[in-house]
């Protein structure tokens, strides 16, 4: 459904409302900045969260429930609650005809993001997933010389992720309950399994992973299951094992090994570990004329390029430097919500696409699967032809 400005309030501005205070509240402030919308609804169960809404958007209505804030005239919503909140919350709004923003994952299952793509189809609403991987100029600098031909023709990508503070962003709060998440595989992985399909041009079709709970799962243990990690982050606590105040239910695997075969033939692995010194990530990416790689990725960096012979290790034979813009995620974060904004409002093409977002919970949940059956392939269903054939991939 298209709102047009007139019908807005705020002056013009498309009127928005959060659902959930937590972890990715801090894009309500990126809307707030954007001249075209403001935040004027916050919903969350939680007091705390509540005040903490109403320091930072103190204009805005405040609500305990999702139907109090769908009754309350917003033009769009912002889906930042936990993952298993994900599927009904955004089914509820697009029901409603409004435009929605989902924060990555789509969904914890692939049966639940079809859900969501087809109430959008049927209600006729506009749904935008927060895949922010795909504004950040590492990722960016990485698909321009692919598709230049820096490599030739992509056979290969290989994603190692280490998640240097995995202690405290994933096993001290919901992340840590394999029934808000799936897993960490899904939950985490979302986004490089995202942007490998997205380098790669194809989704994932069959799958393989191993993994296990290796650092997090003998560790001291909080009472609080409602605790929120950033309240009880230790940045100082090394080995990780001296974490302390670990969420009561920790069931998700903290190193995990997934492999992939993609629809077009080209090969994918992705590793995922969140006990390492260091925080980022590494692809390289291999064709049929040389391979790539990046060096630094949330921040400034370069990818380095290698298109010619070598005897042994060389120095790349082209280095393309790239810049991160201010801001969270290195500028994505407001590129993201730029870009959804001026789709809320007006439609039209989107760098992220919904029915990627859906492959790769696919492709995370399938892994999941294969990851706790002790490695089996599993296959990768494919969405509805309805969704396949009306969301562009």
């Avoid at 928005?16 to 935040?39: M, S």
């Avoid at 909140?85 to 990555?104: D, M, N």
């Avoid at 990046?294 to 120095?315: L, T």
Wanted: charged share 20%.
């Amino acid at each position: 459904m298209t709102t047009s400005t007139s019908e807005q309030g705020g002056a013009g501005r498309l009127r928005v409302g959060l659902v959930g205070f937590g972890n990715r509240a801090l894009l309500g402030r990126l809307v707030d900045e954007h001249p075209g919308a403001q935040v004027t609804a916050v919903c969350d169960p939680d007091p705390a969260a509540l005040d903490d809404a109403r320091r930072a958007h103190p204009d805005a209505e405040l609500f305990g429930t999702l139907p109090a804030l769908l009754g309350a005239g917003v033009d769009a919503v912002m889906v930042l609650s936990p993952d298993h909140t994900h599927e009904s919350v955004a089914v509820a709004a697009l029901e409603r005809g409004l435009a929605v923003f989902c924060e990555k994952p789509l969904a914890i299952t692939a049966d639940g993001a079809d859900r969501i793509l087809s109430t959008a189809l049927e209600a006729g609403a506009r749904l935008y997933v927060g895949h922010n991987m795909r504004h950040l100029p590492m990722v960016l600098t990485m698909r321009r010389l692919i598709a230049e031909g820096a490599v030739g023709q992509v056979e290969a990508i290989w994603c190692r992720h280490f998640v240097g503070n995995g202690g405290d962003y994933y096993f001290k709060d919901w992340h840590a309950d394999r029934r808000n998440t799936t897993g960490l595989l899904l939950q985490k992985g979302a986004h490089d399994i995202d942007v490998i399909h997205w380098l790669a041009g194809a989704p994932t079709r069959r799958v393989t992973a191993l993994g296990r709970l290796a650092v997090y799962g003998d560790g001291a243990r909080s009472l609080d299951d409602r605790q929120r990690a950033r309240d009880v982050a230790e940045p100082d606590a090394w080995p990780p094992s001296a974490h302390s105040r670990l969420h009561p239910v920790v069931d998700v695997e903290d190193i995990s090994m997934m492999l992939m075969q993609l629809g077009n033939g080209v090969m994918a692995s992705y590793q995922q570990c969140h006990f390492t010194p260091d925080y980022w990530r590494n692809y390289t990416v291999i064709g049929d004329e040389g391979r790539l790689e990046n060096v630094g990725d949330m921040d400034s960096g370069e990818v380095r390029v290698w298109n010619r012979r070598h005897p042994g290790y060389a120095a790349p034979d082209v280095v393309v430097p790239f810049s991160a813009e201010p801001g969270t995620h290195g500028g994505a974060d407001r590129a993201l919500i730029a870009e959804f904004v001026e789709y809320a409002v007006h439609g039209g093409y989107t760098r992220t696409s919904p029915l990627a977002a859906r492959e790769a919970v696919a492709a995370g949940e399938a892994a999941t699967r294969s990851l706790r059956a002790g490695g089996q392939p599993v296959d990768v269903p494919p969405p509805p032809d309805e969704v396949s054939r009306s969301f562009r991939w």
